[in-house]
């Protein structure tokens, strides 16, 4: 153990020394003994949540005596995350950027978000598929309007492509699985691409939450968040054209693609409102409590499901081309090299 370090401030007036002790700081990891470094943890411990109180009641005084002399009250701080600390990033939309405007007006999608085209939607599996892949099909059906389900066969890809052109189909979306549980979702835009390659993970059916909900027919609202640069907002372009433009809000729907450090959250739920009573206790003077009851409105979301996670692999140019089809953007190993940078 380091012994204290004595530091001589000279001499006053009456002739005494004056000595400080410095004392070190006592890291646990430098005692042997557990139950020794146990109880010095537990101290450290304790005396950090002590000193945290301690702020919190201070800034909690300070803004009551702002508010009570009218002052501005102490700017609040912000807690430093991975979003906001993330790397600079060119591509970054702004809502000012006219050529972003201009590139909408004449991309893939313009049709359909435009509402000059309804969007139909072919869903198929790949050739082998699983026992839960069937369950998760019927399910995105009930989440997307107009969506038709065809089995896959031995049929090329290709070939459902050229099949889905000339029954005027506006996307393909197929589910892929490997080892009797869906993991990839691949997505063709018609009649001229692009097409998105998403892994699939975490997938949740509706038989598997608790408390869940059934969707009605109604189309639904559909909510995206966060996808703010290039490369997200066409793949946001791109999930938005397979839902119709026209939400029927008295089905109380939502649907929701919410990407956060590149990994894009789907959550399906319908909010509902509730009439509850609340009682309120009356003391009169010189008689029995009184109560009485008010009525007032709540709204709380009721998860339908099924919930998974999705993570960009590739966005391809045209229709899907394994040997000679050219990338807009690929994920690559040597990008995960920094927490900070994120693409969406």
Not at 133 to 139: L, N
Not at 167 to 188: G, M, Y
Request: proline share 5%; charged share 35%.
């Amino acid at each position: 153990m380091i012994a204290g370090k004595r530091k001589n401030c000279g001499e006053d007036g009456d002739g005494e020394d004056h000595e400080e002790m410095i004392k070190p700081r006592l890291l646990p990891s430098l005692i042997k003994n557990k139950e020794k470094r146990s109880q010095v943890y537990a101290k450290l411990k304790h005396d950090k949540k002590t000193e945290k109180r301690k702020k919190f009641m201070a800034r909690k005084a300070a803004e009551s005596r702002a508010l009570e002399l009218g002052e501005e009250l102490p700017p609040k701080k912000i807690p430093r995350t991975i979003e906001n600390t993330r790397e600079l990033d060119e591509t970054v939309c702004q809502p000012n950027d006219e050529e972003l405007f201009a590139d909408n007006d004449t991309d893939e999608f313009n049709k359909i978000l435009k509402q000059e085209t309804i969007p139909k939607i072919l869903i198929t599996t790949c050739r082998f598929n699983s026992t839960r892949g069937p369950a998760f099909i019927q399910e995105l059906m009930s989440i997307i309007p107009n969506a038709h389900y065809y089995k896959r066969g031995t049929f090329e890809l290709k070939k459902i492509a050229e099949y889905a052109k000339n029954k005027d189909f506006t996307s393909i979306v197929v589910v892929h699985t490997s080892r009797r549980e869906p993991d990839a979702l691949l997505i063709i835009n018609l009649p001229d691409g692009p097409t998105a390659h998403f892994k699939l993970s975490n997938l949740a059916l509706r038989s598997e939450i608790k408390n869940h909900g059934n969707p009605t027919g109604h189309k639904p609202e559909l909510v995206l968040n966060n996808f703010t640069t290039r490369l997200g907002h066409r793949v946001g372009r791109m999930i938005q054209s397979l839902f119709p433009q026209d939400p029927f809000f008295r089905g109380r729907r939502v649907v929701t693609f919410h990407n956060q450090r590149d990994f894009i959250f789907f959550r399906h739920h319908r909010y509902i409102f509730e009439t509850k009573e609340k009682k309120d206790d009356k003391k009169a003077q010189g008689a029995k409590n009184k109560t009485t009851t008010q009525d007032r409105v709540i709204a709380r979301l009721q998860e339908c499901g099924p919930r998974f996670t999705l993570k960009l692999v590739s966005l391809q140019h045209g229709i899907f081309d394994t040997k000679g089809g050219e990338y807009e953007w690929v994920h690559k190993a040597d990008m995960d090299t920094s927490r900070r940078r994120f693409f969406l």
